[in-house]
């Protein structure tokens, strides 16, 4: 059992949650359009729908992952309906309670949304059978990490047909079992719950590595987690998915991570389009965690417009060094695969070309086209040597 039964879970809507929730609802607008192109249908599977609803701290409701995901189903559907385009939407909920709350909130919205009560393990041969081979976003948000054992997500990971990922994963539960284990990375038998608990993480892991990354005492937490998402992308998305990536969803700047939102794609277009998402949210982020009561006027708008100008030119900086290290000439295409990894969720895609064109106009790095041209991925840039 989850320390938090889900029926209360859904009863609290936590500070950064908002952080999903738009970044859910971005991506999904997005995504629609640029997969609906091709296709002319489209689905989102949620297999752990929850409530539909939180509690919010003013006493009103919170829309859940559920609705927004219907309503972006309703408005994509009425905007192409005259080209025979439509997205529908598959809801899963174990809980009794909650499924019943789902129904409700999701009433509305009518055949635009399906909605299943039970293990979502169960429903998988009817949801595989509604979605075909047609582009589909899956999403995995549990409480906890059994439900979602790599065993019990392969039928929907390693479906035919296009498929990008969503998944909500929490380490806190590695951090505790590690209590409960042997320097060996063997159960404690002195902990009744230690067997079953190891057993379950071998089993969302795929692999039994995660033990020995747990039991080194020479790993910070923020290693650790780096490592166990390591061994995710390897040994449960695998090769399946080319683009595989993870943001750390924190209650405030500089605060350790609540947990990981987990995106995987085979396209590289959904990669940037998930960190365009992300970038969005980091100012935000910001603004709530400088937010105070009794501020002077204008002094957090001043403060996120100086930190968005700090990341800025950061990334400058981090382009003239690529280049430094790549000998001096790189192509622009390479330049941004090197500098994503570094600066994922935190630069727009369209920065990279506006700071390169900025640093030729500075006479920092010389390009093969006229300076205001658009940059070509294969253009070659180089750095000034003046």
């Known amino acids: 059992m989850p320390a938090t039964p889900p029926t209360k879970f859904f009863a609290t809507y936590r500070g950064w949650q908002w952080i999903k929730h738009q970044i859910l609802s971005e991506y999904i607008t997005r995504w629609a359009r640029m997969v609906g192109s091709f296709a002319p249908k489209i689905h989102i599977v949620d297999t752990f729908a929850g409530a539909g609803h939180y509690d919010g701290p003013d006493g009103g409701k919170v829309q859940g992952s559920p609705i927004i995901e219907a309503r972006a189903c309703q408005v994509y559907n009425g905007q192409f309906s005259q080209h025979s385009r439509t997205m529908d ?36 041969p009817e949801v595989l059978k509604d979605i075909k081979a047609d582009p589909t976003l899956v999403l995995f948000d549990p409480m906890g990490l059994k439900p979602i054992t790599a065993d019990r997500c392969r039928p929907l990971l390693a479906r035919a047909g296009k498929t990008d990922v969503f998944v909500v994963v929490d380490f806190q539960i590695v951090h505790r079992t590690s209590g409960q284990m042997l320097p060996n990375g063997n159960p404690n038998p002195t ?11 071998d089993g969302f892991f795929n692999t039994t590595a995660w033990r020995s990354i747990a039991m080194n005492s020479k790993h910070t937490t923020a290693d650790r987690e780096r490592l166990y998402l390591d061994l995710y992308f390897r040994h449960v ?46 100012p935000k982020l910001m603004e709530k965690t400088i937010t105070a009561p009794n501020q ?91």
Not at 191 to 201: P, R
Not at 254 to 276: C, F, K, Q, T
Request: glycine share 6%; charged share 20%.
């Open 296 to 386: 002077l006027t204008g002094f957090v708008d001043a403060a996120v417009e100086a930190y968005r100008s700090d990341v800025e030119s950061e990334f400058e900086a981090a382009m003239i060094a690529t280049l430094h290290k790549a000998g001096g000439t790189l192509s622009f295409a390479k330049a941004s695969d090197a500098l994503l990894a570094q600066f994922f969720g935190r630069v727009h895609e369209p920065a990279y070309a506006r700071v390169a064109k900025r640093l030729v106009k500075n006479g920092r790095l010389s390009r093969q086209q006229r300076p205001a041209a658009k940059l070509d991925p294969t253009e070659i840039l180089s750095l000034s040597t003046t």
């Open 89 to 124: 939407l598959f809801c899963i909920e174990a809980d009794q309670e909650n499924f019943r709350k789902l129904g409700e909130a999701l009433n509305p919205f009518g055949s635009v949304v399906q909605i299943r009560g039970g293990d979502y393990f169960i429903h998988i």
């Open 191 to 201: 902990h009744k719950t230690a067997a079953a608990l190891v057993a379950n993480l």
């Open 237 to 282: 998305l695998g090769e399946s998915y080319k683009f595989q990536c993870a943001y750390a969803v924190r209650a405030r700047v500089g605060a350790p991570p609540e947990y990981w939102i987990v995106n995987a794609s085979n396209n590289v277009r959904a990669l940037w389009l998930m960190n365009d998402c992300l970038a969005s949210v980091d």
